[in-house]
C-alpha cells in the first residue's frame, strides 16, 4: 500500500553550490542584518537568527530572482502531484479545442504544458518577500513550533500564503533540521535543495539548531494572489 502524502517535498539541486556561497558571501558583507523576528516581533527566546530582507533592496533584485525563478521551477512540480493546491480554493477553467470551456481538474493540471502550467501559476499566485537567515552554531535557531498562516495588522497577507518554501544554503553542519510536528518529519538541510510544504497549522513545524557550524538560508512563501486581482473584471 502506498504511503500516505505529507505534502512535504524537497528538491535536490534548485541552486548550484556556486549560487548558494554567492548568496552566503553577499549575506557576510551586507550593512542590513537584523535579529530575526516572529509575528509578534524580536523574541530571541523564539527565533534567534540574523536575517535580511532582500525584497526590500534593490541591490538584490538578482538574487530575488534567482530564488524565485528556482521555487516556481519546484512549485511546477509541486502542482503537477497536488494540483488542489490550486484547484480547491478557485474554480479554473481551460479553453477546449472547440472553443468551449470546461473545469479544469487534477489530471489536466498534471497534463498541462510548461507554458500553460506556468500561466496557472501566475494567475493563482504570487511570490512572498524573501528572507536570508542566519542560524548561529550551537546558538541559533527557531525552537518555537508554529506555521506560516495567521492574522495580521498588513492587510492579512500572512494568510494569503499558500505554501512555504525554503532554499538550504549550506549543510557543513550537524542537526539543524526543518522539523514538521504532526508528521513526525524532519527535513535535513542539503545545500541547494528547496522544500515546499503548506503553510497552515497541518504543517506546524521548527528549526532545530545547528551544531557545529553555523546554518544558512533563504525562506518566503507563495501567496495566492489578493481577490480583487483573482476576480477583476475583464
Known amino acids: 500500500m502506498t504511503a500516505p502524502a505529507d505534502f512535504i517535498e524537497v528538491y535536490d539541486q534548485a541552486l548550484s553550490p556556486d549560487a548558494c556561497r554567492a548568496l552566503i558571501a553577499r549575506f557576510e558583507a551586507s550593512p542590513h542584518l537584523q535579529r530575526g523576528e516572529t509575528g509578534s516581533g524580536v523574541d530571541v527566546t523564539l527565533k534567534d537568527s540574523w536575517d535580511l530582507a532582500?525584497?526590500?533592496?534593490?541591490?538584490?533584485?538578482?538574487?530575488?530572482?534567482?530564488?524565485?525563478?528556482?521555487?516556481?521551477?519546484?512549485?511546477?512540480?509541486?502542482?503537477?502531484?497536488?494540483?488542489?493546491?490550486?484547484?480547491?480554493?478557485?474554480?479554473?477553467?481551460?479553453?477546449?479545442?472547440?472553443?468551449?470551456m470546461a473545469l479544469l481538474d487534477a489530471d489536466g493540471v498534471a497534463a498541462l504544458p510548461d507554458a500553460h502550467l506556468m500561466g496557472l501559476i501566475a494567475k493563482v499566485f504570487r511570490p512572498g518577500a524573501i528572507n536570508l537567515q542566519r542560524?548561529?552554531?550551537?546558538?541559533?535557531?527557531?525552537?518555537?513550533?508554529?506555521?506560516?498562516?495567521?492574522?495580521?495588522?498588513?492587510?492579512?497577507?500572512?494568510?494569503?500564503?499558500?505554501?512555504?518554501?525554503?532554499?538550504?544554503?549550506?549543510?557543513?553542519?550537524?542537526?539543524?533540521?526543518?522539523?514538521?510536528?504532526?508528521?513526525?518529519?524532519?527535513?535535513?538541510p542539503r545545500t541547494g535543495s528547496l522544500l515546499i510544504a503548506p503553510g497552515g497549522f497541518t504543517h506546524t513545524h521548527r528549526g532545530n539548531r545547528p551544531r557545529g557550524g553555523d546554518k544558512y538560508i533563504a525562506t518566503s512563501w507563495v501567496l495566492y494572489q489578493r481577490a480583487e486581482t483573482l476576480f477583476a473584471a475583464g
Not at 538578482?62 to 488542489?84: E, P, S
Not at 518555537?144 to 492579512?156: A, I, K, S
Request: hydrophobic content about 35%.
Open 54 to 100: 532582500i525584497s526590500r533592496h534593490p541591490e538584490w533584485a538578482d538574487a530575488c530572482a534567482l530564488l524565485n525563478d528556482a521555487v516556481i521551477a519546484g512549485l511546477k512540480h509541486y502542482l503537477r502531484r497536488y494540483a488542489h493546491l490550486a484547484l480547491a480554493p478557485l474554480k479554473l477553467q481551460m479553453q477546449q479545442p472547440d472553443g468551449s
Open 135 to 188: 542560524y548561529r552554531a550551537d546558538e541559533g535557531g527557531y525552537p518555537y513550533w508554529h506555521c506560516e498562516q495567521y492574522p495580521r495588522l498588513d492587510q492579512g497577507e500572512a494568510l494569503h500564503r499558500a505554501v512555504l518554501w525554503t532554499v538550504y544554503l549550506n549543510d557543513d553542519f550537524a542537526e539543524g533540521e526543518t522539523e514538521f510536528l504532526y508528521q513526525g518529519r524532519k527535513i535535513e
